[in-house]
């Protein structure tokens, strides 16, 4: 499974309501959360992201609650992959649960803003296509691979209970 | 085993686990809320089963926009009611009725020893407090819980803090757990469970334990937990109902790492924001002055909590420019600190009391922050505009350093106040 999107990137402990303040937590419809994605520092973000984003971040991305909005809202702002040093746990099966990949990395010497890169999902390889150098990430466990393919953990529990 | 491995290994009808191990777990209870669960709701719906695996053992609460501020927050309430009564759903705290999740979850015996419990919310993490696996998932976890009772778990390593002595006089629970964050860090216990134990813990009732299981998520915890002893069966044995049986960790378990915290040279901390780690003590923090004193929340919003902050605040005014909130943490709680005259001096000294539930803490209603405000809170968290502006300030805090603060206008340590 190849992703690519141009780099975006954010440093440590980027919290939940970093990525969606509470506020919006009643805008239920994907599209109008998008639209505050990662509002609590980087308003520009939805803009930045319109053409497929890799968001590229230090430790601790996502701690904080368990909203799921967090996920949903970087998901349909168009991010296509969040690379991050390490991730809080609810944040971690949230992104999985609803289809969004994520990678363990450490890469953030490596890439700058706006680089070009491809992320190989299922190896946790990563090419920087715009600097030519090949990165390595922490491959998703294969649990979190079945899910991210069957479209996320509803369609896969659907074709665990036999309903597709 | 150590307890987290026992009640995992008994959840998934497994002889032994360990650390690492994946392991498919049965649920003994699961709480959604207003805010989390409309979406864990629709979830449901596409998963297209058509009744929740078991309506006793589900509990929603209504906490987090109550009474609802806005249409859209009506709005979804609505929509979990309606959810609630189709689906037979025993254990509904409507408005008026309950007050925050984690602090009824408690108080109404929905959490036994050795329970495994998954929350639509984060500080599920609080029911550790009475000897129980309790961890938060978002909504699509949740949902697939409804349906089927079960959760896929990772085993995780368990970091144990054997905490000596006691504490001292106006120092709580909440400066062990602010201590103990700043140390290890806002990721030091990143997919682990911490388990509390030594001494002080012992002397700590259960609502400064759950105060410090409720942050244990603040460190990235999967769980806090204090193992069960006397204090924890008789607050159970009061309000669950059917048996239960408390496990704690064997003589030779496990543990990746021990830490020794000494709790009697500990004085109040403080966190100074935009983060939970950035512990310093109250009185080295300078001078700075507050718009809000906020006391609530299922950190800081139980009986005790608003006992120690009374007591500081007693015959004394909140003062002149500052704004005291005060957000009893149920209906309960509200009913005994009217009946021990707490709200009184609540009132008394100028504070603004509201109606159980979540307040001010995630920024949605009643007591928001502006541009610039500062505000000292009892809470758990100080991201930026967790509060309202993303420009205000939020220091963390125990009870008694809010009320002093109240008192001073400017963060203060209580025993610079008390008894004065
Ligand atoms: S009081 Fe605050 S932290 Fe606790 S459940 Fe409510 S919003 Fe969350």
Redesign the interface.
Known sequence: MKIRGRAIIYGD?I????II???Y????DPEELAKHAM???DPSFPEKARMGAIIVAG??FG???????APVALKHANTKCVIAE?F???FY??AI??GLPIIEASIRNSVEEGDELVVDVISGMIVNETKGITLKGNPL?S?AIEIISAG???RY??KK?G?E | MNIVEKILARASGEKEVAPGQIVDAEVDVAMIHDLTGPRAIDSFREIGVKRVWDPERIVVVFDHDVPPSTIKAAGLQKKVREFVREQGIKHFYDIGRGGVCHVVMLEKGHVRPGDLVVGADSHTVTYGALGAFATGVGATDMAAVMATGKIWLRVPEALKFEIRGRLRKYVVAKDLILHIIGMIGAEGANYKAMIFSGEAVGEIGIDGRATMCNMSVEAGAKAGIVEPDEKTIRFVRERAKGDFTAVKSDPDAHFSKVFEVNASELEPQVAIPPSVDNVKPASEVGDIEIDQAFLGTCTNGRLDDLRIASEILKGKKVKEGVRFVVVPGSQEVYQRALEEGLIEIFLRAGAAVCAPGCGPCIGISRGVLADGEVCVSAANRNFIGRMGSPKAKVYLASPAVVAASAITGKITDPREVAGK
């Open positions: 402990n919290d939940t309501d970093i303040p509470g506020r937590l009643v805008l239920q509002e609590g520092i430790k601790n701690c904080g609650s368990s909203r799921e909005e390490s809080a746990r609810i099966r949230n649960n609803i466990p649990l996320g953990l509803t529990i659907r209970l309903l």
